[in-house]
């Protein structure tokens, strides 16, 4: 079957208009990546795409993943005047990596006293050689490699593929061999910060009337239920939010159980390599040092990402989506739903852009339309370090 999509575009309320091709998805502190802000938009015109049309054929890719089955291709507006406007977006706290994370990731309180039995548990374990893991030990890993920098997509206690390729990662950055399995050099690299092997995985936290209230965003851009918008703020599947808090109605005063987040990369990104066949994003500091790593999904057979090298020329938090630019009144307003999630990072390749996703559990096991589509809080944290100008390589 074919199917048609329009090439995307993004604009500022300063009618400022972006093209992209893009569809989508004690007391300590613990970030969380719930804000909006606008960073450095340029310009381009949306009616030199105005009739471009790209056909796709619905099919399975060679790694047996579905097609995306999110809403096809479209344009992005962030309107002026008579269109939808978000003045949330403008963005007075300058360009520097600690404003934008001070906006993109904002601290939070949890607490680690009086955790249930669950927490405690995998807090304690430990990897002993074991070749089977279980839902402990294997919680366990993803918190380090992830704050190790190397992410592993929604943390759900299963060994999956962006696990694997998060550890693989992480050997290739410390000189092992690269595994399918942990082993014993892995694992004692992983533990061999003091600070990051004692610190606890899963903690308390108490939830607040502003986490279970839900705002009226706009048809689709919302989350469809708290538990949802919760496992996206603790980087967690709602499967696992729930396994940890069988009790729990999430209103507000509970104190849950969830994934101590810890803290995104703080240096900043000067290139960014993607990696189609693996589906995996490495950022590079301006010495050509890795400083993180990210799961990704990206273009499929009939509509596959670029090849070759460009750069990032804007960055834009919680863009307008619009499947017609023709027609203002059907622009999607912002937010965490919106079919490219809470951030657009545009490329100087017309129609292309790095963004985020309204289904993190799904990264990596879809093809998108061409986009380099990341979680919502990966494409936050990325967000915040890179550089205007960086370099973005498609291998």
């Known amino acids: 079957m074919k199917a ?14 972006l093209l992209s091709a893009c569809n989508q998805s004690g007391q300590t502190s613990l970030n969380a990546g719930l804000d909006t802000n606008l960073d450095d938009i340029t310009q381009q015109s949306a009616e030199q795409l105005a009739d471009t049309e790209v056909s796709e054929t619905e099919d399975v890719n060679e790694k047996g993943q579905s097609e995306d089955a999110l809403p096809e291709d479209s344009q992005l507006l962030a309107e002026d005047e008579d269109g939808i406007q978000d003045d949330e977006q403008q963005d007075d706290d300058g360009s520097s990596i600690e404003a934008r994370l001070a906006k993109a990731v904002p601290d939070i309180d949890y607490s680690v006293e009086n955790l249930t039995l669950d927490a405690l548990k995998v807090n304690i374990t430990s990897w002993y ?28 206690g299963a060994f999956g593929g962006n696990v694997i ?18 082993n014993v050099d892995t694992w004692l690299k992983l533990v061999e910060d003091t600070e990051l092997a004692n610190r606890p995985v899963l ?28 496992a996206e703020k603790f980087h967690m599947s709602q499967g696992l ?4 808090n069988t009790d729990k109605r999430f209103k507000a005063g509970e104190t849950i159980t969830i994934y101590n987040r810890g803290t995104p990369n703080m240096k900043a990104v000067d290139k960014v390599v993607v990696d189609k066949k693996q589906n995996i994003l490495y950022a590079y500091d301006d010495s050509d040092n890795l400083v993180a790593t990210y799961p990704t999904t990206v273009g499929g057979r009939y509509t596959p990402s670029p090849n070759g090298n460009y750069k990032v020329i804007n960055r ?33 390749k017309q129609g292309f852009g790095i963004h ?31 550089n205007e100008g960086a370099a973005v390589e498609f291998l």
């Not at 996703?357 to 494409?379: F, M, Y």
């Open 4 to 17: 048609k999509y329009m090439v995307c575009a993004i604009s500022s309320i300063l009618s400022i208009t």
């Open 129 to 156: 050689g074991q070749k089977e893991l279980n839902r402990n030990v294997i919680i366990k890993i993803q918190a380090l490699l992830n704050w190790h920098q190397h992410g592993v997509g929604a943390v759900d």
């Open 165 to 182: 390729k998060a550890m693989q990662a992480f050997q290739k950055a410390n000189n092992l061999p690269q595994t399918n399995e942990m």
């Open 316 to 348: 834009v938090l919680n863009p307008t989506y619009n499947s017609n630019f023709r027609n203002k009144n059907s622009a999607i307003p912002p937010g965490p739903n919106n079919p490219v999630g809470r951030v657009w990072l545009g490329l100087n």
């Open 241 to 244: 939010l729930s396994a940890l």
């Open 203 to 230: 903690v308390n936290y108490t939830l607040t009337k502003d986490d279970v209230y839900l705002p009226r965003l706009g048809k689709g851009v919302q989350y469809r239920s708290v538990k949802e918008a919760l």
């Open 356 to 386: 985020g996703s309204p289904e993190p559990e799904k990264i990596s096991q879809q093809n998108s339309h061409g986009c380099v589509r990341l979680t919502n809080w990966d494409a936050l944290a990325l967000y915040s370090t890179i």
